[in-house]
Antibody, heavy 118, light 107 residues
Framework: EVQLVQSGAEVKKPGESLKISCKGSGYSFSNYWIGWVRQMPGKGLEWMAI????????RYSPSFQGQVTISVDKSISTAFLQWSSLKASDTAMYYC???????????WGQGTLVTVSS | DIQMTQSPSTLSASVGDRVTITCRAS??????LAWYQQKPGKAPKLLIYKASSLQSGVPSRFSGSGSGAEFTLTITSLQPDDFATYYC?????????FGQGTKVEIK
């Protein structure tokens, strides 16, 4: 079965760092871009960034450039999204998703809820 | 950046109704348009890609049409399982943008 499994919910304080993960299985992980999508509470979907595991090529939405860092470890078929200094406004559900055909996201992780509160 | 505008934001309908959701792009995106369904507490699910291609396993009551800058998602004979929020999404030059969503509610 093709799937993406994300790491569990996190509760952090403002200023703390965080790295969440997304592990792919059931397909050739290196050959598909993996994207990250934010969904703030009660709001819509926002594309954040995308990475190609085969070459670690990355693209960022201008809205998220410099705010987060994406990376990948091909050896364990896992993509990562990280923050160096969290803000309360980073509180959201974060989804990873496999990109197919250069344009769509066909497989989604279950989401990782990040709560940032003092 | 290309902006995507969906209408309506909320739609009230009954089981068996035909439902149409519109998505407009701020510039032409040819047919690089996908539709997703999201239920509360769940990840989005791909329904339609390249404007009109049905994703495997998606019921045939879902269909998509359009090209350029105007697109529609149609659900013929709405089913109880279809009450959810629907998003369109465009791709252009390594940039992906979602519409703001359309919530389909029970009338």
């Amino acid at each position: 079965e093709v799937q993406l499994v994300q790491s569990g919910a996190e509760v952090k304080k403002p200023g703390e760092s965080l790295k969440i993960s997304c592990k792919g299985s059931g397909y050739s992980f290196s050959n598909y871009w993996i994207g990250w999508v934010r969904q703030m509470p009660g709001k819509g979907l926002e594309w954040m960034a995308i990475i190609y595991p085969g070459e670690s090529d990355t693209r960022y939405s201008p809205s998220f450039q410099g705010q987060v860092t994406i990376s990948v470890d091909k050896s364990i078929s896992t993509a990562f999204l990280q923050w160096s200094s969290l803000k309360a406004s980073d509180t959201a559900m974060y989804y990873c998703a496999r990109q197919r055909d250069g344009s769509l996201f066909d497989i989604w992780g279950q989401g990782t809820l990040v709560t940032v509160s003092s | 950046d290309i902006q995507m505008t969906q209408s309506p934001s909320t739609l009230s309908a009954s089981v068996g109704d035909r439902v149409t959701i519109t998505c407009r792009a701020s510039q032409s995106i040819r047919n690089w348009l996908a539709w997703y369904q999201q239920k509360p507490g769940k990840a989005p699910k791909l329904l339609i890609y390249k404007a009109s291609s049905l994703q495997s396993g998606v019921p045939s009551r879902f269909s998509g049409s359009g090209s350029g800058a105007e697109f529609t998602l149609t659900i013929t004979s709405l089913q109880p399982d279809d009450f959810a929020t629907y998003y369109c999404q465009q791709y252009n030059s390594y940039s992906w943008t979602f519409g703001q969503g359309t919530k389909v509610e029970i009338k």
